[in-house]
């Protein structure tokens, strides 16, 4: 599991490489504090669309983040 920084870093780096099509999708996962963290993840670039994004709230109140990128 990623932490969030690590997450977020290559959220960034596959939307650079995606524009030269050097990306391949697989399922990851992150645990972010909130809902609304967890939401603001999934839509940083490249976004998530349907299908490729689920939580799932753990009982600590951190929510579960699967992502497909």
């Known amino acids: 599991m990623a932490?969030?920084?690590?997450?977020t870093s290559h959220k960034s780096e596959v939307a650079r490489?995606?524009?030269?099509g050097l990306s391949t999708?697989?399922?990851?996962?992150?645990?972010e504090p909130n809902a609304q963290a967890a939401a603001d993840f999934?839509?940083?670039?490249p976004a998530q669309v349907a299908g490729e994004g689920?939580?799932?709230?753990?009982?600590d109140g951190t929510v579960d983040v699967y992502y497909f990128l």
């Open 54 to 59: 689920m939580v799932s709230n753990r009982a």
């Open 42 to 45: 999934l839509n940083l670039a």
């Open 17 to 20: 490489t995606a524009l030269a």
């Open 25 to 31: 999708k697989i399922w990851r996962h992150v645990v």
């Open 3 to 7: 932490t969030h920084d690590e997450a």
